[in-house]
Structures are given as structure tokens and as C-alpha cells.
């Protein structure tokens, strides 16, 4: 346990509440998380399913219809080999993380994942026991995910490279000729490259995502893809995640979650069948906003003195720059974020929690009104420091 940190994205949410529950107005650029209803469609479907007693264990691996329907929409959308078998529901894209970093990783591996990265990601690499090796990204280049870098960092060791793209906190993206460069690389060595595809769907300027899984027919041993229903679906508390992949994988992952959680929840699977088949429109709105609060976000924190701002291709995140005002009592990105949340009340992620010493993250999935207040806030902070 020494060697593991708590999330502090969670941190950052805990303190958040407490100040909430103190009758504070905290806007929370902090946590990740859509202020979107979940899907009316997923509700109906959930509660049905409670009303009609479908409260019983499952499958471990899932209920067939959400597994039939996960599969049928990577061989629809990106032409994937996967059937109902190599598909794992699990309790949150973590879960699948998790399992599947139990299942691949040990002592005296190492994995290879592009940073600044996502705040798990690091710690259940070493949960494994395995090494992280972490491949910078950078800011002036806009946090581009490339293949050259990550192929360079492969050696005799490696057990995986872990692809998130759209990237959490950067917005980074890797672009389909990069990423099918790398899996390639990683093909030719035996290494799996795990994809996690939490943020797919947000993407902005026309960008045109895709998906590790249009390479699985071709590199079937090597690609693995993990998804989530929270982000897409504004369904982060029903807890549901998947994985799909190379067959040993899964089962290995789904045997690991024979013994931790078993099925994920019975009728929030129902529900996600019902999000999958039907919640398009609330999709295609939810990136709509999305976007429009991108543009508003991205403006306001480029009128910052000192601060810089890559406009970031995906997710919905921001991940400012704000190197230029760190001195005197705000010497890290950590102090930044204590004060702020301090003394106007506005929570933001500090850096060093995904790798960075420069940057803040801020999560523009809360209201258009709650990013201008927050960020008038932002703006009378750094006016007194
Ligand atoms: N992967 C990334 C990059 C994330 O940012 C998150 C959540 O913040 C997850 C996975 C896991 O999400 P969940 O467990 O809610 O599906």
C-alpha cells in the first residue's frame, strides 16, 4: 500500500463537498464528471427491470443482451472481430482497468503510457507490481498522442502500452495513423496495447476519434479496448465499464472479477442496453454543450496573464499551463489549487496528480453559467497573487 497514493481527483471532490455541505458555493471545476441526466431511455429500462424482480445475480461476465449489443456496436461502428464471448461488463471502465492490469502486468514488466495521464492509470500499474514508464506529451504541441515516442520507449520488458485517447487530463488525441503505427510496433513484439476509450465519443473541430478496435481484426492479439457507460451516457453512478479483446485477456480478467465483485449491477445492465440502442439524441446534445463550453473555457483561460492554454481536441477537459504564475506562496500547482478552493471556493486538480509540475485541470462538464462565475473567480485570484 505504500507504494499506491489515493485518487486525487477524489481528494479534490471530498474537500469540495465538505465545503458544500458547510454552505459554501463551490463551483467544481474538479471532478470528472457529466451534470447531465442519464438517459431517459436507461432509467425507464432500470426501473422496469427492478420492478419486474430482475435483482438476482448474473453472469459474472454480464448479461448476454448487454454483452450481444457491446459487441454488435465495435463490429458495426469499426468493422471489430469481437462476439458476445470477448466481451466483459464490469463495474466502471476502473474495474476494467483494474482487472485488466491484474491480469497482464507483474513484477519485473513495465508499461508504457503517454503523460501527463489519467490519475489510476500509474497506480494500478504499480497495484501489479509492474514499472510505469511514462512517455511526455506536450502542451505546445497540444498534447498530441504519437506513435514514435511510445515505440521508443518499448523494451524486452514491456507488457503493454495503455493508449487513452481522448486523453484525461490533456484532451490529447492520437491520430489513426499514429495509433496504427504503434499497434503495429507493439504487434511485432508481443505487447498489448490496452485502449482505453472512456472519452470516445468527445471529440471537437470535426476531429474524427475512431478506435483501437478497427485494428483488431487485423492485430487480434493485440488490442484491447476499454469503455465505459458513465461518460458517454452520463451514467457514472450505475457503474458500469467493459472490456473487450483477445480472449485469454478477458477470461483472465472475468476470473478476477469472479473473485472481487461478481456481475456488475443487474438492472443497471438492463439499463445500458437501453442506452446503447436508444439514447443517440442525448448523446449528440450532451457533445453539442460540450463543445459550446469548450470555447467559452478555453477563451476565458487564455485571457489569463502567464497562464497558456492548448485547446484540447477531446474529453472535457482543460489543462492550462499555469508554470507563469508559480512563485513566492504559489510555488506548485498544488498550493494554486489548495488557495483557490480556499479562498474563492473554486476546486480545479492540481497537476502533479496526472505528472505535471505546470499544469491544472479543469473538468467543463458543469453549466455554461457555472465555467463564466468560476472562471470570474479564477480571474480575482490570480488578480491578488
Ligand atoms: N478512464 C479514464 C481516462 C477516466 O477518466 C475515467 C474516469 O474518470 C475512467 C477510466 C473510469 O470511469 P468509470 O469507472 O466511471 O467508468
Known sequence: MESIAESATLRVTRRALELKRQGVPVIDFGAGEPDF??????????????????????????????????????????????????????????????????????AGTEVVLHSPAWVSFVEQIRFAGATPVAVPTDGADGFAIRAEPLVAAL????????????????????????????????AERGIVVLSDETYERFVYDGFEPGSAAALAAEFPDTVAVVGSFSKTYAMTGWRLGFL????????????????????????AMKGAVAALAGAEAEVAAMIAEYAARRELLVERLRRLPGVRCAAPRGAFYA?????????GDLSTP????????????????????????????????????????????????????
Open 37 to 106: 441526466a442519464s438517459p431517459a431511455v436507461a432509467v425507464e429500462a432500470a426501473r422496469e427491470a427492478l420492478a419486474a424482480g430482475f435483482t438476482k445475480y448474473t453472469a459474472n461476465n454480464g448479461i448476454p443482451e448487454l454483452r450481444e449489443a457491446l459487441a454488435e456496436r465495435y463490429r458495426r461502428d469499426f468493422g471489430a472481430p469481437w462476439d458476445a464471448a470477448d466481451t466483459l461488463v464490469t463495474v466502471g471502465g476502473k474495474g476494467a482497468l483494474f482487472e485488466a492490469a491484474l491480469a497482464l502486468f507483474e
Open 334 to 385: 498544488t498550493d494554486l489549487a489548495e488557495r483557490l478552493l480556499e479562498e474563492e471556493a473554486v476546486a480545479v486538480v492540481a497537476g502533479e496528480a496526472f505528472g505535471s509540475d505546470r499544469h491544472v485541470r479543469l473538468s467543463f462538464a458543469c453549466s455554461r453559467a457555472a465555467l463564466a462565475e468560476g472562471m470570474d473567480r479564477v480571474e480575482r485570484f490570480l488578480a491578488r497573487h
Open 155 to 186: 523494451g524486452p520488458r514491456t507488457r503493454a502500452v495503455i493508449l487513452n485517447s481522448p486523453c484525461n487530463p490533456t484532451g490529447g488525441v492520437i491520430e489513426p495513423a499514429e495509433r496504427r503505427r504503434l499497434v503495429e510496433a507493439c
Open 244 to 267: 473487450l479483446g483477445p480472449r485469454p485477456l478477458v477470461d483472465a480478467a472475468a476470473c478476477i472479477q469472479s473473485h472481487a465483485t461478481s456481475n456488475a449491477t443487474s438492472f
Open 319 to 327: 489543462f492550462p499551463d499555469i508554470s507563469g504564475r508559480l512563485d
